[in-house]
């Protein structure tokens, strides 16, 4: 059984800086893709950032050049650094790892319970 913790969210001024942490626990698979999700209020959850097990990160159009993504396969850990951010970046943010054993395996999702970001002068 795999849990995911997320930590490190609150409130900052417009323009201010957070770093988002999430830790895993029980048995991660090699083959993977950690996930930043975000959920707003009234809007559905769309995906902010993410990083393969080889290290290829992808963004959302909203977060590039502000946000970093960061995986430590040995702490089981992954990051999300928040530079640059504004009102519109107020959400819940959500971890999320999706692993298989093999690539013919299936797949299995799993999901943090969130933490509140809140950006607001």
């Known amino acids: 059984q795999v849990q995911l913790v997320e930590s490190g969210g609150g409130l900052v001024q417009p323009g201010g800086s957070l770093r988002l942490s999430c830790a895993a626990s029980?048995?991660?698979?090699?083959?993977?893709?950690w996930g930043w999700y975000r959920q707003a209020p009234g809007k559905e959850r769309e995906l902010v950032a993410s990083?393969?097990?080889?290290?290829?990160?992808t963004y959302a159009d909203s977060v590039k050049d502000r946000f970093t993504i960061s995986r430590d396969n040995a702490k089981k850990t992954v990051d999300l650094q928040m530079n640059s951010l504004q009102p519109e970046d107020t959400a819940v943010y959500y971890c999320n790892i999706n692993q298989r054993l093999t690539l013919f395996s299936r797949m299995y999702t799993h999901w943090g319970q969130g933490t509140q970001v809140t950006v607001s002068s």
């Open positions: 990083i393969s097990s080889g290290g290829s990160a």
């Open positions: 029980g048995t991660i698979f090699s083959l993977n893709t």
